[in-house]
């Protein structure tokens, strides 16, 4: 029971009527309902609330402090602001009236789009591109989990984009310090889903799984009465974050693997409970990537040799009261610690990714104070910020080499020392791969850029300079099909490129993709500032069949008032209890 509440429930009764009801009836029904909003139950807490409210109104200021805590979960922050000063709330870190508060100052002009389980809301500007991909996305989560796991949160669930990792702060419970460290990018927590924008990542992230782990947690957490563990919890959450697009466990990138593999062969591995009470309180990101690895291949050795049917068994028991052990030992039929046996053994076999990619654990935000800062080139200056990430000085000299030539187009003479780059580290650096398919496509050595870019998506399976390149190769062959799935895939990692939304109205026009057309020209609209029938006439110099896109003038994007803090991130989901 919080602090505020008992104190509260201290006072309870001392004014009520005669024949008001016992105060020991008062309290254990506050007790209660504070039990319900602590499971996330909102909807029950709802209804117990009114009732209560009803019946004792003598326990005013217990019932304001409660009724803020629900208005708060439910998305009314103004009147959870109201109740909770009513009730005496104080305005100190961590307090709800401070929450709510800070809440409401980051929530006040956002705009809205719904779907039919799903309300979205984000800061005016340029994020509006985002609804229509994430209430689908979300909406296939939803079904594919209610398939799973047998359960749906009731009515419609709020999603909250804020710009920022200082606004992600104040909207939660977390630190920016804590934030900072461990690179956490959204959360799931008081019966609502909250993620940064895209646009405060330097080459955005993979903002659409994010939201079905977020949604994951959502789940699990009001299936399961908010009593499933942390590491069992991001287990599952991380486990099924791809169900949305497909089957499970698809979304370990290859650097995460190659990182616990490290972690296995020194025994340094992240004990489930340090994972407690959350995994954007471990010391690093590299442990927080080291733990969601980890607590994967959990979930998934359980699907594997039990079936869907023993996570979704896991839930239920926790949910009627069984610990997290003796839910798992209930589905497998063995004891916790042959379970913990069977899954190391099952770590210990993953193969090491052929390629371990270089720094793809570690996103970093975009600081707009060291860019207004910067002096501003003079014509085209050559990228080698590009190769900041790349150790090897033989593999930085070759692609130094080959960006002087590329930009002087002599794409030639390029292509031959990005070759020698790439030679020398495959597909490890992401930029060093890029730039050697492109200057593939310019001199039409089209197949070969093909595969240098495939196998790059080995290694940097989010990518979305690949995919976007993958894309200009499909768009000159005409395969419309495949320039489509690619620009797709590209918009779940950095939405905001007009290049992408452009190339793929091409693709959409192309196939009679009337609601892909809509919606993409409508974002293209405003990441460009164009007039729908400039729109058109720029779109229909996207070329067909054999032409060469590697050159196209395209829009730059109109540029976005809000403000992003420097930090290094990487997408972490923090607790749900």
């Excluded at 409660?66 to 959870?80: P, T, V």
């Excluded at 047998?150 to 669930?157: L, Q, T």
Aim: aromatic share 8%; charged share 25%; net charge negative.
């Amino acid at each position: 029971m919080t602090h505020a509440l008992l104190v509260l429930l201290l006072s309870v009764g001392l004014t009520r009527p005669s024949d008001a009801a016992p105060s020991g009836e008062v309290r254990a029904r506050l007790r209660a309902l504070e039990g319900l909003l602590d499971e996330e139950d909102y909807a029950g807490a709802r209804i117990a609330w009114e009732e209560l409210h009803a019946q004792h109104p003598e326990a005013s200021e217990a019932l304001e402090f409660l009724g803020g805590r629900i208005a708060f979960g439910e998305g009314r922050y103004g009147q959870a602001v109201e109740l909770l000063e009513a009730a005496g709330g104080d305005e100190r870190p961590g307090s709800y009236l401070r929450l709510a508060r800070d809440t409401l100052a980051v929530t006040k002009d956002d705009h809205r789009a719904e779907s039919e389980h799903f309300v979205f809301l984000y800061p005016p500007g340029k994020d509006a591109v985002l609804a229509p991909w994430a209430l689908e996305a979300l909406e296939a989560q939803r079904a594919a989990l209610l398939d799973d796991l047998g359960f749906a949160p009731p009515g419609k669930v709020r999603v909250e984009v804020v710009n920022d990792a200082a606004e992600l702060a104040r909207a939660s419970t977390l630190s920016k310090k804590e934030i900072d460290a461990t690179g956490t990018i959204a959360i799931c927590k008081f019966n609502k889903l909250i993620v940064t924008s895209p646009k405060a990542v330097l080459k955005g992230y993979d903002w659409l799984d994010t939201l079905a782990h977020e949604y994951t947690h959502l789940v699990v957490t009001q299936k399961g009465h908010n009593s499933v563990p942390i590491w069992l919890q991001e287990a599952l959450a991380k486990y099924l974050e791809s169900r949305w697009r497909g089957p499970a466990g698809r979304a370990l990138p290859p650097s995460s693997r190659a990182l616990l593999a490290e972690r296995v062969k020194h025994n340094t591995l992240i004990p489930f409970a340090k994972m407690h009470p959350s995994m954007a309180k471990l010391p690093s990101w590299q442990d927080a990537a080291t733990a969601f690895a980890e607590v994967f291949f959990a979930a998934e050795y359980l699907d594997r040799e039990h079936g869907r049917k023993a996570l979704r068994g896991i839930v239920e028991a926790m949910g009627t009261g069984a610990s997290d052990q003796q839910a798992v030992e209930g589905v497998t039929g063995h004891g916790f610690a042959a379970f913990e046996r069977g899954w190391m053994a099952y770590l210990r076999a993953q193969p090491v990714p052929r390629t371990p990619a270089a720094g793809a654990e570690k996103l970093v935000l975009r600081d707009p104070k060291a860019v207004a800062a910067a002096p501003q080139p003079k014509g085209r200056e050559i990228g080698f910020q590009d190769f900041a990430d790349v150790e090897e000085p033989a593999v930085r000299r070759y692609a130094h080499l080959g960006e002087v030539f590329r930009e002087r187009g002599r794409f030639g003479a390029a292509a031959e020392e990005f070759g020698h780059a790439h030679g020398l580290v495959g597909s490890k650096y992401e930029s060093v791969a890029n730039k050697y398919a492109l200057a593939l496509f310019a001199i039409r050595r089209v197949d070969e850029a093909e595969k240098v870019l495939q196998a790059t998506l080995e290694a940097h399976p989010s990518s979305a300079a690949t995919q976007v390149h993958l894309g200009r190769i499909y768009l000159s062959r005409g395969d419309w099909r495949r320039a489509r799935d690619a620009y797709r895939a590209a918009i779940a990692q950095d939405p905001f490129d007009p290049e992408i939304h452009l190339a793929l109205l091409r693709a959409a026009e192309a196939l009679q993709d009337a609601p892909l057309s809509e919606r993409v020209r409508s974002a293209a609209s405003v990441l460009t500032g164009l007039p729908s029938e400039r729109l058109e006439a720029l779109v229909r110099r996207f070329p067909g069949p054999e032409a060469d896109l590697s050159n196209v003038e395209l829009p730059a994007a109109q540029p976005d008032p809000t403000k992003s803090a420097p930090a290094p991130t990487h997408r972490t989901a923090p607790p749900t209890n």
